[in-house]
């Protein structure tokens, strides 16, 4: 396997983006594709394309194509796809539940194990398969579990974030409009709805055609 | 104003984020913060700060750091903070009901003037102060709106993708599982959940900390 440490953030970034492409070209019968029509399907440029799978030592041959079967081989290797990584889902509001009728499995390693909420109207319920327990056992229920999905309200981010990493979490999708403060070591990715709508409005007016 | 199309796209990126937590800080009555200060709240390291404020003539000055106001009315007018985007939200699920309850406009310039579903008995109802309409009456509705968030099931992302376009639409913020195709000049945010939180776990193995 290609040396992990030597790959750019940014091809890393692309990398989920290419499996599922794969694996759904792969569940259709395909054997090989053009980096043509990678780029049209998941809109990167074939340059990028052919310079990331480079990377991985994955280098196309003239009027054939990348394999398949050998691209998706790597792919899983090295995005870990035998191993489920599982994360838990904080708040189930209206975009916890949309995560958690979310069929993450199907193209991934990641399942969501169980979910956590303030409101005891909802605790006990089964939710896409999930149930939802009450946000103070947090501690007590959370074993065996990697990551969470944030999605509570911005004033208890930081506080419910402590509490996942004293519970050994390592990795946190932030859906709230918070910017939270974890130890090194903790990965955080953070998707503000209104930030990503604000960034949209502003290529709209100012990079009309991708760059 | 300096020239935006100098602007690199990951500094222009970065730019609502500046905006929303300056903004909060002059609420706060602050007339003054440092980059350093600027750094632990967006979770951006202060080198790329200064870098990206050079980007718009801003100089923080040592031992006073940047002025808060000053920043906030370059920003108002670099995001055109005072001409409001409509949007449209398509398809009320748990996702586009979860958008309808944001508040967009309390820091922002973009608002959701309306909303469609396929489904009958969500037309008519008014959810965060938003009419839900119905599909069919997309192209009859759609006037005075310049973007759309798409939370529509994956299958039918494209059909509609293409009604919008015929309307009008010239940004799209894209949240169903499908790789959407458009026309030059129309302008597309991805964001796949899935992919998020798979990126999420293979950054958490290999990429503990940012870099």
């Known amino acids: 396997m290609a040396d992990q440490s030597k790959i750019p953030q940014a091809t890393a970034k692309r990398l989920p983006l290419y499996y599922r492409f794969l694996n759904n070209l792969h569940l259709q019968g395909k ?9 049209d399907a998941v809109k990167v440029d074939s340059a990028t394309i052919r310079r990331d799978f480079s990377y991985f030592g994955a280098l196309g041959k003239k009027g054939y194509g990348y394999n398949v079967e050998y691209l998706l081989g790597f792919f899983r290797k090295t995005l870990d796809q035998d191993e489920t990584t599982n994360v838990a889902l904080i708040g189930v509001g209206n975009l916890g539940t949309a995560f958690l009728h979310y069929n993450f499995t199907k193209n991934n390693n990641t399942k969501i194990e169980m ?5 005891k109207s909802k605790v006990g319920q ?15 229920r959370l074993k065996n579990v990697q990551a969470a999905i944030l999605t509570v309200p911005g004033a208890v981010a930081q ?27 903790v990965r955080v990715h953070h998707i503000d709805l209104a930030v990503e709508l604000q960034s949209l409005v502003y290529f709209m007016k100012h990079y009309p055609v991708d760059e």
Do not use: C, M, W
């Open 31 to 39: 054997s090989r594709v053009s980096s043509k029509e990678l780029s």
């Open 115 to 119: 979910a956590f909420d303030a409101d």
């Open 126 to 140: 089964e939710i896409g398969g999930v149930t939802v327990y009450h946000i103070s056992d947090l501690s007590e």
């Open 159 to 185: 506080q419910i974030t402590d509490e996942l990493i004293d519970s050994g979490i390592k990795g946190i999708l932030n859906f709230t409009p918070a910017r939270i403060t974890v130890p090194e070591g």
